[in-house]
């Protein structure tokens, strides 16, 4: 398993069943992500349907051993996109660089050349703008934001090519 924090003994891991129900109660406690997997139902199943879906890849970060973070990545080959999606830290452990280490294992394993890596945030989760943005990630302009946002009002953003820094946030 690849460590890239030696100080810390963080590493990442493919999620498994096993581990949704953390990952579960971790979304539930927030309101940026508890929407992503309806309480009602078989929310485990919902989330370990993920996990075997061919197109998405799904991540978890553990600091000495213990799962603290969960991320996705859903591939779009014809667009010639990654997107990151779902991303949550134990709230216990928020504020300690988990959700920064988080974004940029998962960008670094999303990346391929000519792809673009993106993702999408409530405009309103200030916190995650701020780990988005310190992870080379800027706002796209505002004519892709209406191209994209047809389905639903949310602000894009992609990772910036190495060397060119990332734009002071705009809104
Ligand atoms: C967003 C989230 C993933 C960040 O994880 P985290 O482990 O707390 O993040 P980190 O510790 O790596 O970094 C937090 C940074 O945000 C900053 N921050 C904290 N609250 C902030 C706020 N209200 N406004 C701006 N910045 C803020 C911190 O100062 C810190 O930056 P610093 O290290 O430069 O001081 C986590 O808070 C979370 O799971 N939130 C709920 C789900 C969510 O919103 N997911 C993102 C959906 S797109």
Redesign the pocket.
């Known amino acids: 398993m690849p460590t890239w924090c030696p100080a810390r003994r963080r590493s990442w891991c493919l999620a498994r069943s096993e581990h949704a129900d953390a990952i579960l109660a ?1 979304m539930q406690q ?1 309101p ?2 508890r929407g992503w997997v309806p309480e009602a139902g078989q929310p485990q199943d919902v989330l370990t349907g993920w996990m075997r879906d061919p197109d998405t890849s799904c991540w978890v970060v553990e600091d000495d051993g213990v799962p603290v ?1 969960y991320g996705t990545i859903w591939d779009d080959p014809k667009e010639g996109e990654a997107e990151l999606a779902h ?3 134990d ?1 216990a ?10 974004v940029l294992a998962l960008a670094q394993i999303a990346a391929r050349p000519g792809r673009r890596v993106v ?4 405009p309103h ?7 988005y943005v ?1 992870c080379h990630f800027a706002i796209l302009s505002d004519a892709e934001q209406e191209q994209f946002n047809a389905q639903q009002p949310q602000l894009w953003l992609a990772r910036q090519p190495a060397g060119q820094a990332s734009s002071t946030p705009t809104r």
């Open positions: 971790w927030s940026f992500s973070a991303l949550v830290v709230p452990r928020r504020g300690r660089g988990h959700g920064r280490a988080l993702l999408r945030i409530d989760n200030d916190r995650a703008l701020a780990v310190s």
